[in-house]
């Protein structure tokens, strides 16, 4: 009797899969709600410091520079919403496990380069966000991103990554005191009996010996452990969080630049945020897609969808008040623990709504250099990676990547990079006899960065 039992209860049919399983995928991914929670709350651990870093860029980055700046609070409340925003569309539609927020190094060129350096308001820069922003989505939907994507040569691409790594990372020396200005020598090493610089560099070792360690949120632990050996030094004070309060005043600045959204300089602009966006999503969905398993025959399924989310996030990102949205990389840290669906990208979302009522402990980060500081350093060193797979021994690649690279933070601009390196990578592979093997649209693009330089010294 017992052995029939037994038998007949192996013989039974599996049960079958619930409507939301059925939906993500899970079953079949081989993953279930439980690892799903799991791996979109690491995401989120693992990349919430965007919280605190982007009002530290766009607003007291910018403050602190002299110029009009959006307000924290409003800053804070767009990351926060913009970020659950596309998390929960790449989920729900795209099905993917791959989370969004403003991006680094997009809010650098939207501060320090758009803002501070060439004087435009930031409500025209977000006009511009907001541009760039349709452009992407009509590319997402269309043929048009495969010939574009196939115009520019990997090695300019990884060389693009890199350089906003070194980018983000000088910005983190500067903002956390270690890198200061010089008469002689442009910039030089900074105070190290300054409680600020002490604070940065120990929030550097933090953060580094918690990556290294392979903790997930690495980023996030490090700028805690920060804080709290700041708050507890006196190095931060608790008066500093005073005003940061989420609000929506930023809402709809995107649609009042619009006058001004189409000057030489502001095509330059968009067309910088449409070209950094559209590569690092594409990379980043390559990447994350890849380590999950989820790249059939060397294509991406429903990549349209996964681009078109990024292009959705960033519109609506600049209309509620920051700067360009994209896929993070952070997102491998939630599918290393088994994060196979779209579920995933929904917690992490989820988590997001979640921040608004912890803004306090955000704002008081956010106007800390020496808390934000690390998370930037240690997110340029990650970044920085891609310059290994840069075939140096070729100058005709070597040479326009490494002018990508190097003036990236030495001209406090990531538009003159990506500009250089257009300008010379044609040139280097005519010289080779390689002309024949430059994409039409690359020379294009090699005439328009011309301009580009023409019109930005007039």
């Known amino acids: 009797m017992a052995t029939d039992a037994t038998e007949e209860k192996k013989d039974a049919p599996e049960p079958e899969p619930g409507r939301v399983d059925k939906y993500f995928g899970m079953t079949e991914n081989k993953t279930n709600w439980k690892r799903e929670v799991l791996a979109g709350t690491t995401t989120f651990l693992a990349m919430a410091y965007i919280l605190a870093v982007n009002p530290g860029i766009l607003s007291f980055g910018l403050s602190a520079a002299g110029v009009d700046a959006p307000n924290p609070g409003a800053v804070f409340t767009a990351t926060a919403l913009a970020s659950a925003l596309g998390c929960l569309v790449m989920g729900l539609w795209a099905r993917y496990p791959i989370a969004t927020a403003p991006g680094m190094g997009l809010n650098a060129f939207f501060a320090f380069t758009v803002v501070l350096t060439l004087g435009i308001p930031w409500q025209t820069a977000l006009t511009g966000t907001l541009v760039s922003g349709v452009l992407f989505f009509i590319l997402a939907v269309t043929g048009a991103r495969e010939s574009i994507i196939n115009a520019i040569p990997a090695q300019l691409k990884l060389a693009v990554g890199a350089g ?25 090493i900074g105070d190290f009996t300054s409680g600020t610089v002490l604070l940065t560099v120990f929030g550097l070792v933090a953060t580094a010996v918690f990556m290294v360690l392979g903790w997930k949120g690495g980023v996030f632990y490090g700028m805690l452990a920060t804080l709290v050996l700041g708050v507890l030094t006196g190095v931060i004070d608790f008066e500093l969080a005073e005003g940061f309060t989420p609000n929506l005043d930023s809402f709809g600045a995107a649609f009042t630049g619009f006058e001004d959204a189409f000057t030489v300089h502001m095509i330059a602009v968009i067309l910088t945020m449409l070209f950094v966006d559209f590569f690092d999503t594409a990379g980043t969905l390559f990447a994350v897609a890849g380590q999950a398993g989820l790249v059939k025959d060397g294509k991406l399924p429903r990549a349209g969808r996964a681009l078109a989310t990024d292009s959705i996030a960033t519109s609506a990102g600049a209309v509620l008040g ?42 008081l980060v956010a106007n800390n250099p020496a808390v934000t500081a690390p998370a930037l350093i240690v997110v340029g060193v990650l970044m920085a990676k891609a310059l290994g797979e840069i075939e140096w021994e070729k100058l005709e690649y070597a040479i326009p990547a490494f002018l990508i ?40 693009l090699m005439l328009a960065s011309i301009g580009y330089f023409v019109f930005l010294t007039e």
């Open 322 to 363: 920051t700067s360009t949205t994209t896929a993070y990389i952070e997102s491998t840290a939630g599918v290393s623990v088994g994060g196979r669906t779209g579920l995933t990208a929904v917690t992490t979302g989820f988590w997001f709504i979640v921040s608004l009522v912890a803004f306090p402990v955000f704002g």
């Open 405 to 444: 690279v190097a003036a990236m933070p030495l001209t406090y601009s990531i538009s003159n990079g990506i500009a250089l390196g257009l300008v010379f990578f044609p040139i280097m592979m005519a010289a080779k006899g390689r002309w024949r093997e430059v994409h039409p649209i690359a020379w294009v």
């Open 164 to 188: 906003i790594g070194l980018f983000i990372a000088f910005i983190g020396l500067k903002g956390g005191g270690i890198v200061v200005g010089s008469e002689a020598t442009l910039v030089t």
